[in-house]
């Protein structure tokens, strides 16, 4: 009897079978659940990254007679951030030029300190000086306002890293005489071109190159210069009406593989006209400020976007792109108010398809 109990005890592989079924029917049915969670847990952070740029700009406002930082230059090699002795206070586009990238006029300067964050300018300073304990701003993505937590490295189409610093000069011209320089190993920043004002001796206007990582960065249309040849400059918060519809920050691409996909390559009658391929869009990503053109997509095949009243809202990538005009496709208008989305509140403002998406 003692046997044959401890026979019927044993699972039989059937039995053993059955359950292993069972569990693997479990697992995928959960997996989806548990993937739609992290996404949302994702998503929530963005969005209070967003939200609080935009207590900071309300702040900033409040504090500053109404106006808003400036925007500068965007960064690239073409347009560094910096100002030569004879460049008047703003560029015939209407964008402000900037002392340096230290400059504290700039919004990524101006509005992080206002919501208990250091300035962009002093978290690359504290990753490249050695004094005290360097801020890695690799490690920064983890949790920071700065970083959505589902964007990934630079990757370029060929996938190294679009960002890579490769110093054509001496570390101490290029970053001025700091010990420290940026990572040159593929996939860790981007590189913004400018220069520090109170580098002593100021160095020429843009040999300079800095780490540089931001997913959240301001509406290049709100400083700009209109269709009819207006330059709006000096924004005050308060003139970006209707404000929920007026985009303040917007969550841009991070990667060229976001704009792979087909509802977004076979948006544009002629998507190579638009530096896109079924690999992805192709332009310069890497810069201060954007609007339509280089918008978010890797979320839901879009992103967030912070609006002047303080709203944080997802939308797809087609929805905040220009309506064409079948009769003259080569000009692409940036509003669409039929989706509530106002790049530029102040008057027409378009990009051709000739000369690309520049801010």
């Known amino acids: ?17 059955v359950v292993i079924g069972i569990i693997a029917i479990l697992v995928a049915i959960l997996l989806p659940a548990l993937n739609k969670a992290r996404q949302a847990a994702q ?18 406002a409040d504090a500053n007679k109404g106006f808003l930082p400036e925007d500068g230059p965007t960064g690239e090699s073409t347009s560094p951030i910096g100002r030569n002795t004879n460049s008047p206070a703003y560029d015939k586009k209407g964008n402000y030029v900037p002392f340096g990238v230290d400059d504290p006029a700039l919004w990524f300067n101006a509005i992080p300190p206002l919501v208990n964050n250091r300035s962009y300018h002093d978290m690359i300073a504290d990753y490249l000086y050695p004094n005290g304990v360097p801020s890695n701003l690799a490690d920064s993505r983890v949790n920071s306002i ?23 000069k001496s ?54 210069k209109l269709d009819d040849g207006t330059v709006i400059t000096k924004v005050k918060l308060a ?8 985009v303040l920050m917007a969550e841009r691409i991070m990667q060229y593989g976001e704009y792979a996909d087909p509802k977004i390559y076979h948006y544009w009658p002629n998507p190579t006209a638009h530096n896109i391929n079924a690999m992805g869009y192709m332009n310069n990503i890497a810069q201060t400020k954007t609007y339509s053109p280089r918008f978010a997509a ?17 939308f797809g990538w087609t929805e905040v792109q220009g309506i064409l005009n079948p009769l003259n496709p080569d000009i692409v208008p940036i509003n669409r108010p039929d989706n509530h989305v106002i790049w530029c509140p102040f008057g027409t403002v378009s990009w051709t398809t000739s000369s690309g998406d520049n801010n």
């Open 43 to 60: 998503e929530t952070q963005c969005m209070s990254n967003l939200r609080q740029f935009g207590f900071g700009f309300q702040i900033y």
């Open 1 to 17: 009897m003692e046997h044959i109990r401890r026979r019927r005890a044993a699972f039989t592989l059937v039995e053993l079978l």
């Open 239 to 246: 003139q970006l009406r209707p404000g929920s519809d007026v």
């Open 171 to 224: 570390p101490p011209e290029i970053y001025q005489g700091l010990t420290k320089a940026p990572s040159t190993s593929p996939g860790d920043f981007y590189a913004l071109y400018g220069m520090d004002w109170s580098a002593k001796p100021r160095p020429s206007y843009n040999a300079l190159t800095y780490p540089f990582y931001q997913c959240y960065v301001f509406n290049s249309k709100l400083f700009t």
């Open 298 to 314: 890797r979320h839901r095949h879009g992103g967030f976007l912070l609006f002047a009243d303080g709203h944080v809202a997802w």
């Open 146 to 168: 700065w970083v959505c937590p589902t964007a990934g490295p630079p990757i370029s189409l060929s996938g190294t890293s679009s960002g890579t610093l490769t110093p054509t």
